[in-house]
T-cell receptor, first 112, second 115 residues
């Protein structure tokens, strides 16, 4: 079956530090991959996505590259800000408009 | 700015009471999802609809949960009777079209507390 595994948090970083949140997946076929972000008290928002191998998704300084050979989609940001404090979810979808399969989420806290 | 709306945002109720949560998907979106979020289980899919027809509700406890789409602008999730273990945040999401690259847009959620 399809599944997503992401690193457990919480992750605490100082402002301007480099961020990596690891995500690996198991899927049949060729899934699309997503990172969603959930700010406190809000719903999930799409942060970035990649639909095929070697694609790089990017948004707001965050990046993730679809690596088929390692079945990974790690999230990175070169310099985090306090405003990036949130829970980050890695997700996949295999085909059509089917439900997303989410990882457990990783809570990021950035301190000034 | 099109958004998914959910009501109520917060609900506190006593065990055994009926709870109804409502969702208005973005106009024109033909697929609607219900998710539940808890600390222990993370995000779980409860049910989803396409063109108002239920496609999968295997994630829902059938004896107490029901989901419907009376029309294209309203999705409902009902719990009867509610139990303390149903306490969670319930999210509705909608998406357009058929492609696997289509983004799902989430509502702000309904935080349910069952005492």
């Amino acid at each position: 079956g399809n599944s997503v595994t992401q690193m457990e948090g919480p992750v605490t970083l100082s402002e301007e530090a480099f961020l990596t949140i690891n995500c690996t997946y198991t899927a049949t076929g060729y899934p699309s991959l997503f990172w969603y972000v959930q700010y406190p008290g809000e719903g999930l928002q799409l942060l970035l996505k990649a639909t095929k191998a070697d694609d790089k998704g990017s948004n707001k300084g965050f990046e993730a590259t679809y690596r088929k050979e390692t079945t990974s989609f790690h999230l990175e940001k070169g310099s985090v800000q306090v405003s990036d404090s949130a829970v980050y979810f890695c997700a996949l979808r295999n085909s059509g408009n089917t439900p997303l399969v989410f990882g457990k989420g990783t809570r990021l806290s950035v301190i000034a | 700015d099109a958004r998914v709306t959910q009501t109520p945002r917060h609900k506190v109720t006593e065990m055994g009471q009926e709870v109804t949560m409502r969702c208005q998907p973005i106009l024109g979106h033909n697929t609607v999802f219900w998710y539940r979020q808890t600390m222990m289980q993370g995000l779980e899919l409860l049910a989803y609809f396409r063109n108002r027809a239920p496609l999968d509700d295997s994630g829902m406890p059938k004896d107490r949960f029901s989901a419907e789409m009376p029309d294209a602008t309203l999705a409902t999730l009902k719990i009867q009777p509610s139990e303390p273990r149903d306490s969670a945040v319930y999210f509705c999401a909608s998406a357009p079209g058929q492609g696997s690259y289509n983004e799902q847009f989430f509502g702000p959620g309904t935080r349910l507390t069952v005492l």
